[in-house]
């Protein structure tokens, strides 16, 4: 049995010894390194896998058509957009992602994330590190939190965890999502609302959906000119959700007070050439909200868990199906 672990550059050298432990014993695991300009070789390497194991590899309808006996893809994260799941299907081919890893986490790295911003944190860095001031004036005005309005953009399980913990602030709460029951939000005092509330009311907006053909490149600039607000806006979901350069413009011209963004339009960015970075009104951190020792334990161990539930067939062991395909 063929098992391939598909890594882009960045992650290709990681431990994989959870995966080993639990993957069914005597299958020939390898290692397969995508990039675009090598993809006939990484072609050639999993096209007789019976199951694929990925987080960032793009497998499109081209790369799901060379899979030649492929069972299973598993997908070590809770989004699944790299992978056409909805084509893979026809295939026959079942598509794993996991349900829950990181909530704690990402909750937490928000909130800190959405403190700092408001407490203007990178403003008194710069001032201290690179000026050596002491002076608390340097940051202009701070609003106080208790009362603002923070509004999320997907109240799924991250998002509902960031909401009880903006509660214990004093912070007001409202939410947009279309797919969520009034009475879950009702239970963490969230008000659902429509969009357009979410970006006139809102003094921090946080974003925390998944990633769909009709959210990319949806906060544009023509939507950050409708926030009345001049909202703090931070993004620990996508990064494609937002045009970057449409966020400089706003940044700029004083649409957004600051930004906080885990992730970029790309998983690999350019940092020596990208204009969000050295800014004392934008906070980066390396897409890592997700992590810790307990999280990063879960994001090797329940992915490779589902593969081999799926090979074996205890379907009912799977944590999170994310196509049908008939067991």
């Known amino acids: 049995m063929k098992i391939i672990l598909a890594e882009i550059p960045e992650t290709v050298n990681r431990d994989i010894s959870i995966e080993k432990e639990i993957l069914p014993k005597g299958s020939d695991i390898q290692i397969a390194l995508y990039t675009p300009e090598k993809k006939s070789d990484f072609i ?6 019976d199951a694929i194991l990925t987080g960032y ?12 006996n492929c069972k ?16 893979a299907e026809t295939k026959g081919i079942h598509c794993c992602a996991i349900g829950d890893y990181c909530t704690q986490e990402v909750a937490d790295h928000t909130l800190m994330v959405l403190l700092a911003l408001t407490r203007k944190l990178p403003v008194y860095q710069e001032s201290i590190n690179e000026k050596h001031e002491w002076n608390y004036l340097v940051a202009g005005s701070v609003p106080r939190l208790q009362g603002q309005t923070l509004g999320i953009v ?31 939000a009702d239970d963490i005092a969230t008000e659902l609302v429509d969009l357009e509330q979410i970006l006139s009311k809102s003094d921090i907006i946080t974003l925390h959906m998944n990633l769909t053909s009709e959210n990319s490149s949806f906060f544009t600039y023509d939507v950050f000119k409708k926030m009345k607000k001049k909202p703090i806006i931070i993004n620990m979901a996508r990064g494609e ?3 970057e350069a449409d966020l400089l413009k706003a940044l700029n011209e004083g649409l957004i007070k600051s930004a906080g963004l885990d992730v970029l339009e790309s998983e690999s960015p350019d940092l020596d050439n990208n ?16 992590y810790s020792d307990t999280s990063m334990y879960l994001l090797s161990k329940i992915p490779a868990d589902n593969i081999k539930y799926t090979l074996n ?5 799977v944590d999170r199906f994310v196509n049908q395909v008939e067991k």
């Open 275 to 290: 204009s969000l970075v050295g800014r004392s009104d934008v906070i980066l951190t390396p897409h890592v909200a997700f």
């Open 72 to 87: 299973v893809i598993s997908i070590a994260a809770t989004g699944y957009n790299y992978v056409d799941v909805k084509y």
């Open 154 to 184: 997907g109240l799924g399980k991250i998002g509902q965890a960031v909401a009880k913990r903006a509660k214990t602030f004093g912070m007001k709460l409202i939410a947009y999502d279309p797919y969520l029951p009034k009475e879950i």
């Open 44 to 49: 050639e390497q999993i096209k007789d896998a």
């Open 241 to 243: 959700m937002i045009d």
């Open 313 to 317: 067939g205890e379907f009912d062991k």
């Open 57 to 68: 590899v793009p497998f499109d309808k081209e790369l799901i058509d060379h899979l030649e």
